[in-house]
């Protein structure tokens, strides 16, 4: 009975992670997109995470394929929408991959991070 206890509490711990995770804020749309391959640079980076974010606490930093960072200053929430992040990204023609780190501070108080990248091929 008591391995049986520990087991059914080791099953509802795992399927209680999940749960816990979906709640966090993470990216539900990226534009760009994660994996995109684009003609050109846009003028701005936006991501749309899957819960209302705190913009003091949240932020996106986009680099060149050699590393310099592209997004100009700070994300900002997108008007109206407190779950889009957006930030402005200086002119580059470079080709190669550009890689999105961005933060996020859920209005559940959990932090959450990643990472993903598109490619500019003029
Ligand atoms: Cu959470």
Request: charged share 15%.
């Amino acid at each position: 009975m008591r391995r049986f206890l520990k087991s059914a509490l080791g099953i509802v711990a795992l399927l209680a992670l999940p749960v816990a995770a979906l709640a966090h804020a993470y990216p539900a749309h990226e534009n760009p997109p994660s994996g995109a391959v684009l003609k050109q640079l846009p003028g701005s980076l936006s991501i749309n995470f899957t819960e209302t974010i705190n913009r003091h606490f949240s932020g996106v930093v986009v680099r060149e394929p050699n590393g310099k960072q592209i997004s100009h200053g700070t994300a900002t929430l997108a008007p109206g929408n407190a779950k889009t992040l957006i930030v402005p990204l200086r002119e580059s023609h470079r080709a190669g991959r550009y890689t999105v780190l961005w933060h996020a501070l859920a209005s559940d108080g959990h932090r959450t991070k990643g990472s993903y990248s598109f490619q500019v091929k003029p």
